[in-house]
């Protein structure tokens, strides 16, 4: 069975500080790769998506920047955090077209 | 760019009432989805209806489409503490190709009360 893991659940980092956010899928080849943002008690806002290895599209400027070195593998990266980055962040898979998403665990981010 | 918004914001029910939630969207759809989220966890997805169709149920849940008006309804039957939640739509465009990019409303948030 298809699986997604992301990691860590929490994480509070200093502004300036580094980041690096985890995914991998199992259990599936070339899937759909996403990476969401929800603010507190808001919809999700959708920050990068990847349709194969290395191929990464942005969908809002920002501070942060995404990767795909493996076919199951999504990383969301930043080099200076800032206050504004603090969110719960979501990773998502898809099979294809007319079928859900299935959504990994989430890391909130607090950025003090 | 939010697609879907949700309404009501917030609903507050009694156990074994049915809960009705509706959604609205601007542009073409390939499909709509709805999502429940329990608070502070992942989204899971609850159902799918294609954009040329009109009615789908998946167990208490009723999800009717109308894209003349480009507006969705959720139904849940008989409801339950266990479905407190917020529960999102979703939406993937119909000229996105091959990303299945999904545009999510803000969502409504179900309580409901023992």
């Known amino acids: 069975s298809q699986t997604i893991h992301q990691w860590p659940a929490t994480l509070v980092q200093p502004v300036g500080s580094p980041l690096s956010l985890e995914c991998t899928v199992e259990?599936?080849?070339?899937?759909?790769l996403y990476w969401y943002r929800q603010a507190a008690g808001r919809g999700l806002q959708l920050l990068f998506y990847?349709?194969?290895?290395?191929?990464i599209s942005s969908e809002v400027p920002q501070n942060l920047s995404a990767s795909r070195p493996q076919d199951r593998q999504f990383i969301l990266s930043s080099k200076k955090l800032l206050l504004s980055d603090s969110g719960f962040y979501l990773c998502?898979?898809?099979?294809?077209?007319?079928?859900?998403?299935?959504f990994g665990s989430g890391t909130r981010l607090t950025v003090v | 760019s939010q697609q879907g918004e949700e309404d009501p914001q917030a609903l507050s029910i009694q156990e074994g009432e049915n809960a009705t939630m509706n959604c609205s969207y601007k542009t073409s759809i390939n499909n709509l989805q709805w999502y429940r989220q329990n608070s502070g966890r992942g989204l899971v997805h609850l159902i799918l209806i294609r954009s040329n169709e009109r009615e789908k149920h998946s167990g208490r849940l009723r999800v009717t489409l109308d894209t003349s008006k480009k507006s969705s309804s959720l139904l849940i039957t008989a409801s339950r503490a266990a479905d407190t939640a917020s529960y999102f739509c979703a939406t993937v465009g119909a000229s996105g190709g091959s990303n299945y990019k999904l545009t999510f409303g803000k969502g409504t948030l179900l309580t409901v009360n023992p």
């Open positions: 990847s349709v194969g290895i290395g191929q």
């Open positions: 259990g599936t080849s070339n899937p759909n």
């Open positions: 998502a898979w898809i099979r294809g077209a007319n079928y859900g998403y299935t």
